[in-house]
Nanobody, 116 residues
Framework: QAQLVESGGGLVQAGGSLRLSCAASGILFRVYTMGWYRQAPGKQRELVASIIGGDRTNYVDSVKGRFTISRDNVKNTVYLQMNSLKPEDTGVYYC??????????WGQGTQVTVSS
């Protein structure tokens, strides 16, 4: 049974940093595209960052230069380092694992709140 467990969310002041972690189990982690999504109140869930293999990364424009996604294929964990946080980064952050023809999985989400 696939399982994704996020951690690291919390309350931080604008300009601060947080590091999110997502530990995966029950999947062949290294072949999955891993992504971080977020959902702000009243808004649709959006893709923030994704990583394919070990080093191919993509970011939504609003976080480029501030967020860094990385993965450890030994620990089966994906990370999102978030620096220079802004109030508009507030939302629930979800970890996602996706593999073509095998479907995708979601974590339970972790709340990030950035105060101004």
């Amino acid at each position: 049974q696939a399982q994704l467990v996020e951690s690291g969310g919390g309350l931080v002041q604008a300009g601060g940093s947080l590091r999110l972690s997502c530990a995966a189990s029950g999947i062949l982690f290294r072949v999955y595209t891993m992504g971080w999504y977020r959902q702000a109140p009243g808004k649709q869930r959006e893709l923030v960052a994704s990583i394919i293999g070990g080093d191919r990364t993509n970011y939504v424009d609003s976080v480029k230069g501030r967020f860094t996604i990385s993965r450890d294929n030994v620990k089966n964990t994906v990370y999102l380092q978030m620096n220079s946080l802004k109030p508009e980064d507030t939302g629930v952050y979800y970890c996602n694992a996706e593999r073509q023809y095998y479907g995708h999985y979601w974590g339970q989400g972790t709340q990030v709140t950035v105060s101004s």
